[in-house]
């Protein structure tokens, strides 16, 4: 997300905080390997889900967020052929709520990959009036126990406007102490991981810590640094996707 703000603001010094705090999923889909799976299908359409590289971006057609995701896939004409990338899970629901068979790269979340499915059934004995709430990143199982699916934006709008007040939350745990902010009489239960430890956050979002922006903003760095050439390509997907968001 660092790279996208470098790429929309390239006339900006954009910060990190701590330059490992990258993204799994973006990580899943290394730039060259990525390149080589786009070169088998020349005919097809490449959409690529936000959380991917400047690399990845550059080689996109389109760029998506889980909100906007299968409103613009239903904008792409039937005849054409779609690679979307990086997340297959996303991939899967984005196929299914828009009717589009597509060709996923094999990428995933390493948060929404280890929620365990007998934690969450588990959950649902135990709270049995509660609404088990997904992000699509999610796994397929996972997603077909959920009562609501949405990206984060979405969940938080649910949980206010829904009637019930205990959720199961798929997502990364972080999001539930802005749940608890915005619903503080509601329960929000946090799903643990296969392994059973309830520490299935993101790691590399939690590398950026109130002490690394202090320092961060007092030095100036790390910076986040693109070419022109990646700039001037991944921007224009992003574009794409603001003026097809309208």
Known sequence: ??????????????????????????????EDEFKKFINKY?????????????GVKAQSDLICTSSNAVDLVKKIPKEIPIIFSPDKNLGRWVEKQSGRKMKLWPGSCVVHETFSEEAVLKLKLMHPDSE?????????VLLQYSDFIGSTSKLLKYIQESSMKEFI???????IYQMKLKQPHKQFFEVPGVDGCSCNACPHMRLNTIQKVIKSLETLEPEVILDKDTIDKAIKPINLMLELSK
């Open 1 to 30: 997300m660092a790279e996208t703000a470098k790429i929309i603001s390239p006339n900006k010094k954009v910060l990190i905080p701590d330059m490992e705090a990258g993204c799994s999923l973006a990580d899943d889909c290394p």
């Open 42 to 54: 020349p005919d097809h359409y490449v959409i690529s889900y936000i959380n991917c590289t400047a």
């Open 132 to 140: 088990i709430i997904a992000h699509p990143e999610c796994t397929e």
């Open 169 to 175: 939350v798929l997502t990364e745990p972080g999001i």
